[in-house]
Structures are given as C-alpha cells and as structure tokens.
C-alpha cells in the first residue's frame, strides 16, 4: 500500500509499480514498514463518548463491582483511609449499579463509611454506571446546595435532570489538568485503533474541543455534539451538521436525552417496572413531545442532524414519532428496547440506530428482572441490521470503556466472563460489527485511517476479540500508536 498525503493513492502490484515510477529522492524521503503479515483494518470510531466523563473516570475511584451499597460503601472508606482526597474537594466514585442490590443506597451508609476512615468532612458522590443517578452523602448534599432534599434521613439518590446540575459540577480540576486527562484518554483509545469519537459530553463539546485543537490535540478525529442549552450559539455561528471547524474537528448533531436508563429504572416503558405504581412506574419521560419536537425542528432548521437519547419502548416510539414528523435526519442513541414494529420504522425514517453492545452485557441480568418478558426484544442488534438500519457501534464512555472492541466483541457474542449466549438470536455477524464501528474503507481514495492488527478480526472470537491486539494506528497516514 502506498500512502502519499495522508491518502490511500494505490496497493498490491499497483503500489509497487507506483513506487517504482517515482524518482529515487521520492522514494528516499518515504517511510517504508513492513507489517509481517499482520492484518490491515479501517481506523476504528466510537459513536457515542463523553470524553470529559471518561477521562475523569480514568482518575475517579471504581466502584463498579459492588455488589450491595454496603460493600460500595465498603470501598469509600478503603479509600479514604488510604488515599483521601486533598483537603476542599470530594471523593468521587464511578459505576455503582443498584438494580440487583440487596440493600438501599443511603447518605448514612456514605456518612458512616467516611466518618470510619477518619474523615467525616469528605463530601462523598458515587455516580451510577449509566450517569443517570447520583448516589450522595450529607456533607455532599450539603456542598451542592441540597440538604433537605437527599442527606441522612433520605435515600441519599438524585436521578435524572435534578441530578445532571451536579454531575456537571464534580469536576474540581481546571481545564488545563481536564484537558491534559482526556489527551491521556486519546492516546490510550489509538492504542486500541481508534481514530475518531462521537462526543456528546453534557457541559459543551464544541468550545472544549475548539480550546483543545488550539492547544495541539492531534490523536483523535471529533464529532462535537451540541445539547439544547446550547443550541442558540450554535445556530448564531451558522453553524451545521458536518461542518469542519478545525483540523480534525467537526459539528456533530443536536444532542436530546428524552428518557433515562434502565438500571435506574427510569427508562420510559410502555409496560410498567415491577413493583413500582405512580406516575413513574413506567419510567421518567425527560422531554416530552410538546417540548422535543420544536427542538428537533429548529435543529433540523438550522441543518443539524438530531441524536435522540431513547432506552425505554415508549420512548423510542415517541423518538420515531418526532424524526417523522419534524423530517429530521440523525440517531436513535441506544434503542435498548424497541416494540417489534419500530424496528421497521427506524428503516423505513433513515434513522440511524447508534447502540452500545458492551451494555446488553452489562444490563443482562437487570434486564431479565426489570423487563421480564420483554427480553427478547432488548438490544435486537441482528433484528435492527436484518430490516435494514444502519448500525453504528460505540460504548457511551464512561458507562462502558472506551474500546470498540469490547463492543464488537459484545456484539458477535453476546457473551462476556464466561457465561452462556443472551439472546444469541441476536448476534452480529463479524464483519457487520466491524463495519459499524469504522468511518473509512482500506481502499484507493481512502484517507489513511488504518489500524494494524496482530489478528485477524473476522475469525476471532471471544476474549481473544475483546483483547485484540493493536500493533500500530495512523491517522492520516500519521502514527498516533506503534508498536511494530
């Protein structure tokens, strides 16, 4: 293969009788590699992160395998005993999943657990797995303006849009150490032969990123998402949908969250949660169709392309509903659950299904608790391809980590830590994962977006895929990872 200018401009013979025509100071001044017989894929893509998020979770503590908030709680002590934050600022936890626990997250269980490791003036906030809950103690609640609402006589939960305000504010360093965090978090994604991300990070992605640019970032392509508080900004700049706005940086789509998630129970069903009655026992509808179909208009409007954030059936249908009547191109983000006729109608609307398979791994055994019977239309990822929608994989870092291939892996298995096949009916074929987790094909034409694997992808299977080992990834013909 020949690469000149950051472009794929011949292979095979051709490239070697190119090589052969040009001049010997031409040769010269090109790098010759040789690949050892390894296999050459497209640079892989990430459709849906939140980089500031992942990267911070990089730094934050993990509580992701606890199994009950006391062995969460269990774990913040450890750390304050150990490791306590510096004085002023808050320990913060990430990826607590309370929908199989045994036990009630309470600020007392945080309160005690701090207070236990000497010090009890640590505020202490966990945040659940899929960022749709906040776990607080009193001393938390009480920073954030929120005694009275969680502290030690309440549950110690916010979810949803009460709780978006503080997860937004937890981050205690200055851009310059955030920033430095997520180039960490870049360069260990083009370790893993990515080569762009979908952001869709909460507290602004186009002026972090433009800042970021300016600065140098150089490891990874950007598609930087607007969200409604800062729809008006962007349609002041003109600007649109896959406009460049700097090397390496383009506008993405208006970003909606229009329900919540499934391990908090909030995502919005057209079947209730068992054992929950009210008005949110079928979930929390976080913008309804009065408030997103103008939204969507006024995007589409201005040419940007709308990414609906929709977990539950309901809200899916509703999503669909709003790309058909406003004539909106863009995403369904996630469609966890789809009643069997949306499935269709995301084909018959164009609309892409962009979907995190790493979460069908992770929400199997919520899932068959909390959508008991309904299962077997949960993440119907072959079902969604057989109709004819377009798939684009991703992980919705943090929530899972920032490896396509834990999602492709994820997705042709449907198996992860040794267990048996869920819902194995709807597996991917390995070249359809692949496929929807690359921007760029390895042909003539092509811009150099390539990953070197030591395998080859297409025949391996289980934690082999999961672990594939990446030996080099160019961006543009430039080395972003080598290791050849």
């Given at each position: 293969m020949l690469v000149v200018d950051g472009v794929v401009v011949a292979t095979g013979d051709a490239a070697r009788a190119a090589l052969a025509d040009l001049g010997a100071g031409a040769r010269a001044a090109l790098e010759t590699v040789d690949l050892d017989g390894r296999w050459l894929a497209p640079g892989l893509w990430d459709a849906h992160t939140h980089m500031e998020q992942w990267a911070l979770a990089r730094q934050r503590l993990d509580v992701s395998g606890a199994s009950s908030a006391a062995e969460a709680a269990a774990l913040v002590r450890e750390r304050l005993r150990t490791a306590a934050p510096p004085p002023g600022?808050?320990?913060?936890?990430?990826?607590f999943r309370d929908g199989l626990w045994p036990d009630l997250p309470t600020s007392?269980?945080?309160?005690?657990?701090?207070?236990?490791?000497?010090?009890?003036?640590?505020?202490?906030?966990?945040?659940?797995?899929d960022l749709h809950c906040g776990w607080l103690s009193t001393r938390a609640a009480e920073v954030h303006g929120?005694?009275?609402?969680?502290?030690?006589?309440?549950?110690?939960?916010?979810?949803?849009?009460?709780?978006?305000?503080?997860?937004?504010?937890?981050?205690?360093?200055?851009?310059?150490?955030?920033?430095?965090?997520?180039?960490?978090?870049?360069?260990?994604?083009a370790r893993r032969g990515v080569v762009g991300v979908v952001d869709f990070e909460m507290a602004g992605a186009v002026p972090a990123w433009e800042r970021r640019v300016a600065s140098g970032h150089a490891d990874l392509r950007v598609v930087a998402s607007v969200?409604?508080?800062?729809?008006?900004?962007?349609?002041?700049?003109?600007?649109?949908t896959g406009d460049r706005l700097a090397d390496l940086l383009t506008m993405g789509p208006l970003k909606v969250i229009s329900d919540g998630s499934l391990n908090t129970r909030t995502a919005y069903c057209h079947d209730p949660y068992p054992g929950l009655s009210g008005p949110d026992s079928h979930g929390t509808l976080s913008v309804p169709p009065e408030e997103l179909r103008p939204l969507m208009a006024r995007a589409t409007a201005a040419g940007l392309a709308c990414a609906i954030h929709a977990i539950g059936d309901r809200a899916n249908a509703l999503a669909l509903d709003a790309f058909a009547a406003t004539g909106a191109s863009g995403s369904v983000e996630h469609a966890q659950l789809l009643a069997t006729d949306d499935v269709a109608r995301l084909a018959l609307l164009g609309v892409v299904a962009s979907v995190q398979p790493e979460h069908a791994m992770d929400d199997r055994d919520v899932a068959d608790r909390?959508?008991?019977?309904?299962?077997?239309?949960?993440?119907?990822?072959?079902?969604l391809h057989a109709a004819g929608v377009r798939l684009t994989l991703g992980s919705d870092a943090p929530v899972a980590p920032l490896d396509p291939w834990s999602a492709i892996g994820a997705a042709v298995d449907r198996a992860r830590d040794g267990r048996e096949p869920w819902h194995p009916e709807q597996r991917l074929a390995a070249d359809v994962a692949l496929a929807a987790s690359v921007r760029s094909r390895v042909a003539v034409g092509e811009v150099a977006d390539l990953a070197v694997l030591d395998a080859d992808p297409l025949a391996t299977r289980g934690d082999a895929l999961r672990a594939m080992p990446v030996a080099g990834t160019l961006l543009a013909g430039r080395w972003t990872h080598r290791a050849l």
């Open positions: 600022t808050a320990l913060v936890g990430l990826g007392a269980l945080l309160d005690d657990a701090a207070a236990a490791a000497g010090h009890p003036d640590v505020p202490v906030v966990l945040i659940s797995g929120l005694a009275g609402v969680v502290g030690r006589d309440g549950t110690g939960l916010l979810r949803e849009h009460p709780w978006f305000p503080v997860l937004d504010r937890l981050d205690d360093a200055g851009p310059d150490v955030v920033d430095g965090w997520v180039q960490d978090a870049a360069r260990a994604a969200w409604a508080a800062g729809l008006d900004d962007v349609v002041a700049r003109g600007l649109r909390h959508w008991a019977g309904r299962t077997a239309r949960a993440f119907p990822l072959r079902a």
